[in-house]
């Protein structure tokens, strides 16, 4: 069992950064490979961006590309998101995710283990 616990959201205006954290809990952190998603009221939770367990691979949503850097640092069991020159559209509950597999996925569903989400909100 994976437990997750997001941190760093918050309300920031519009062109100004945040760095969201999620921490896991198990011993096998490495071997998961880890997911960042987002929901809006009234939206689906969308992809946001992916690493892999080593992390080595990482990719990212058309909509987060150049402005959102995903890394983890495998000894403290934590995975970041850096967000850059945020807009009001980036305003959603955030979501960690975790994997049983190394390989991460665009796909929500690919997801075995989620936290409660973090709110960021930007202001125009």
């Known amino acids: 069992q994976v437990q997750l616990v997001e941190s760093g959201g918050g309300l920031v205006q519009a062109g100004g950064s945040l760095r969201l954290s999620c921490a896991a809990s198990?011993?096998?952190?490495?071997?998961?490979?880890m997911g960042w998603f987002r929901q809006a009221p009234g939206k689906d939770r969308d992809f946001v961006a992916g690493?892999?367990?080593?992390?080595?691979?990482?990719f990212y949503s058309d909509s987060v590309k150049g402005r959102c850097t995903i890394s983890r640092d495998n000894a403290k069991n934590t995975v970041y998101l850096q967000m850059n020159s945020l807009k009001p559209e980036d305003t959603a509950v955030y979501y960690c995710?975790?994997?049983?597999?190394?390989?991460?996925?665009?796909?929500?569903?690919?997801?075995?283990?989620w936290g409660q989400g973090t709110q960021v909100t930007v202001s125009s």
């Open positions: 198990g011993r096998t952190f490495s071997t998961n490979a």
């Open positions: 690493i892999s367990g080593g992390g080595s691979s990482t």
């Open positions: 995710a975790a994997r049983r597999l190394q390989g991460a996925s665009y796909n929500r569903n690919a997801y075995d283990y």
